[in-house]
């Protein structure tokens, strides 16, 4: 049992390593692990209509041009009415920037530096230029930065490459996923091999429940923070709204987000403390939503992670490896707490540990 219990650690010290690796080549990485993280998404139809004598590439091509024919129609509906809201706010800046200039303390302003309302009108409008030519900045950075070097030259054009390519990415993974499955699986000494590949499986459905879950969850979130937004009379709701629901991909982060744009834009437009009360409830009651019934039906328990465990893995991982390592936090704190609950069973049951033998059933998906 104890050389069982060291395989399980090594395993892990080998997955930290590939963590570690997957963090140097983040720029190309990033891009693969879209792909791969829609493939997870998308496999469940691909494999339905596999079981009904549909070719794996038919089925794949089917479930990826119904993806893009829906993914379109959401951008017809919704790239029209961003661009909407965004004109608005335009338009609207002014009379925003008036509005908070004379709600915010002066002691806030002058901390800032801000003497008059021209000051803040000025900084609010460096922002957004800032925002808009943001694009334009990055290339000439970009374009000064690479002139120094080859190298740098290379790895910019392999990320660029890796973003254009993801529909590339996608299509082998989806096509390929179970075989790349068993050949890994059949890398495995045979000794190995049961253990090795029930706990593979069950890391396998943590990621995959997370990943399409966590997906959907988004999903629902930005429709009901939008039309919650809309109902309350905020400013720019499905701007407000896609975008908190499209941050929740990191656990909580879009609820933050949410809260604090929301409750701004209802400070400066209606001058009250109910429409700011009504903005931040919204977002907690859809939380609270989302905890109790959105997230148990959609994902259930297969991720098994405490709440606190999740927003401790969420910080950990974003001091530790920036915005990768907020995004992957969750998922791989998941595979790991697989192989913790494994290692201690083997553990439990092993004569290092000495005593009467713990009776209870091998962890399993």
Not at 23 to 45: E, G
Not at 56 to 74: E, W
Not at 200 to 218: A, K
Not at 304 to 313: C, D, F, M, S, Y
């Amino acid at each position: 049992m104890n050389r069982k219990i060291w395989i399980v650690f090594g395993f892990v010290f080998g997955l930290l390593l590939l963590t570690g690796f997957f963090f140097l080549i983040r720029s190309i990485f990033i891009p693969f692990l879209l792909a791969l993280m829609l493939a997870y998404f998308l496999d469940p139809a691909v494999d339905w209509l596999e079981e009904r004598r549909v070719s794996r590439t038919i089925a794949v091509c089917l479930v990826f041009a119904a993806f893009l024919a829906i993914a379109g129609t959401l951008l017809v509906f919704l790239v029209p009415r961003v661009k909407s809201e965004l004109s608005f706010l335009q338009k609207a800046l002014p009379g925003y920037v008036d509005n908070l200039y004379n709600l915010v303390p002066p002691s806030v302003l002058e901390w800032f530096g801000i003497t008059e309302e021209q000051d803040l009108q000025g900084l609010i409008n460096k922002a957004l230029a800032g925002a808009k030519n943001l694009s334009f900045d990055l290339v000439n950075q970009v374009a000064v930065f690479l002139s120094h070097a080859f190298t740098s030259t290379l790895r910019f054009f392999l990320a660029l490459l890796g973003y254009f390519i993801i529909p590339i990415y996608l299509f082998y993974l989806l096509r390929d996923f179970d075989r790349m499955k068993d050949a890994l699986v059949d890398l495995v000494p045979y000794r190995w091999r049961q253990s090795t590949v029930s706990v593979g499986l069950e890391i396998n459905d943590v990621l995959g429940g997370f990943i399409r879950g966590q997906l959907t969850v988004c999903m629902i979130l930005a429709v009901l923070y939008s039309l919650g937004l809309l109902l309350i009379g905020i400013d720019m709701p499905f701007v407000i709204g896609i975008v908190s629901g499209v941050a929740f991909i990191i656990p909580y982060m879009g609820t933050l987000i949410g809260m604090v744009i929301a409750g701004t834009m209802a400070v400066v437009k209606f001058h009250d403390l109910l429409h700011p009360f009504l903005a931040i409830g919204l977002f907690g009651l859809v939380q609270a939503l989302e905890g109790t019934a959105i997230t148990p039906r959609i994902v259930g328990d297969r991720v098994g992670l405490h709440p606190l465990g999740t927003i401790l893995a969420v910080l950990i991982g974003g001091e530790l490896f920036g915005f990768l390592g907020l995004l992957l936090a969750v998922p791989v704190t998941a595979s790991l707490n697989v192989l913790f609950r494994h290692a201690l069973y083997r553990y439990r049951r092993s004569e290092f540990r000495g005593g009467e033998p713990v009776l209870e059933d091998e962890p399993n998906g």
